[in-house]
């Protein structure tokens, strides 16, 4: 496998690389190297969480037969040819909350750190969500190879690779159908 040459964004602009990012689900086979990968989770440490509690933890997958066993009981066979999985964890011990949604909402915050860090740094990334509402057998098989202690959930997945595609922009709602002015519904005036 070849190292990453990954291409430096264009930019380091927030709102362009906001603009850029896609779900990418076609990967060149490459190693991230490690100064990327570190720079990728030092965003998602960085994230804010409630409290402050920090309940997110982190592993990086690069075997390919453990990829492989992430991907197995879905049709998505792209999570494996990723060039890494984060396997993205919430901690539901103590801290301020105990098992709360902030178990999974802070994580989920985390997570997009990564996606946006990964996508300043020209990688593609995509979401792979409801890992713990797949079949119970293999949930247990992915637990116990990645030896997951009982008091961590599995919140989400995040593949990351250098992207062999480039998928045109998915539609979003208008501006004026998501946001209002004081009260629900009330147009809010931004031109
Ligand atoms: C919480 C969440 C879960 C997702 N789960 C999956 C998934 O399991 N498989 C997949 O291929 N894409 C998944 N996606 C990616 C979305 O399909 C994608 O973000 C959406 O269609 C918009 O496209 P875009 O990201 O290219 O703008 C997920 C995205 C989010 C935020």
């Not at 490690?34 to 994230?47: C, N, Q, S, Y």
């Not at 509690?53 to 982190?58: I, L």
């Not at 990086?60 to 066979?77: G, M, N, R, W, Y």
């Amino acid at each position: 496998m070849k190292r990453s040459t990954a291409k430096s964004p264009l930019t380091n602009d927030l709102f362009e690389i906001i603009e850029k990012r896609r779900a990418i689900r076609k990967y060149k086979a490459h190693n991230i190297p490690r100064h990327h990968l570190k720079k990728i989770l030092d965003a998602a440490r960085l994230a804010p969480s409630a409290s402050n509690n920090q309940p997110w933890r982190f592993i990086i997958v690069e075997d390919k037969k453990t990829k492989e066993l992430l991907a197995k009981p879905s049709t998505q066979s792209f999570i494996s040819e990723a060039n890494a999985i984060v396997v993205v964890l919430g901690d539901g011990r103590g801290g301020c909350c105990g098992r709360s949604v902030w178990t999974t909402h802070d994580p989920m915050i985390a997570t997009e750190h990564i996606v946006l860090a990964a996508t300043a740094l020209g990688y593609g990334t995509c979401w792979i969500a409801n890992y713990e509402s797949r079949p119970k057998l293999w949930v247990e098989e992915v637990r116990k190879t990645l030896k997951i202690p009982d008091y961590i959930d599995i919140v989400v997945l995040v593949a990351i690779g250098i992207p062999d595609e480039t998928p045109q922009p998915k539609p979003r709602k208008p501006l004026e159908e998501i946001c209002f002015a004081e009260t629900y519904g009330k147009r809010l005036e931004l031109d």
